[in-house]
């Protein structure tokens, strides 16, 4: 079955970097984009980042353009998110998840099929 499991959150002083990373498995990785999205608590949950099956094409948040930077990885069936500069506004815990196509879908929950469990970044000021 289809298993992602990120790792690399933890807590982190404001200006910082952690880069998170997401294990995929049970699913033809590298026939398909890759997601971030993001919950901090009490709000909903929400867009980070994606990139395309291939790696030629990204988006980003506004919120995380110039500090966060996806990548992957096809041959280890691994996605990154290289967060630098954090801010407290950071602290959430963070999803990767699969889109249903290959190329970078509409940043919304619904065009993701499979998600992680998730991992906390926590910023401090």
């Known amino acids: 079955q289809v298993q992602l499991v990120e790792s690399g959150g933890g807590l982190v002083q404001a200006g910082g970097s952690l880069r998170l990373s997401c294990a995929a498995s049970?699913?033809?990785?590298?026939?398909?984009?890759m997601g971030w999205f993001r919950q901090a608590p009490a709000k909903e949950r929400e867009f980070v980042a994606a990139?395309?099956?291939?790696?030629?094409?990204?988006n980003s948040a506004d919120s995380v353009k110039g500090r966060f930077t996806i990548s992957r990885d096809n041959a280890k069936n691994t996605v990154y998110l290289q967060m630098n500069n954090l801010k407290p506004e950071d602290t959430a815990v963070y999803y990767c998840?699969?889109?249903?196509?290959?190329?970078?879908?509409?940043?919304?929950?619904?065009?993701?099929?499979?998600w992680g469990q998730g991992t906390l970044v926590t910023v401090s000021s």
């Open positions: 049970g699913f033809t990785f590298g026939a398909s984009a």
């Open positions: 998840a699969t889109a249903r196509y290959a190329a970078i879908p509409p940043p919304i929950e619904n065009e993701y099929a499979y």
């Open positions: 990139i395309s099956w291939n790696g030629g094409n990204k």
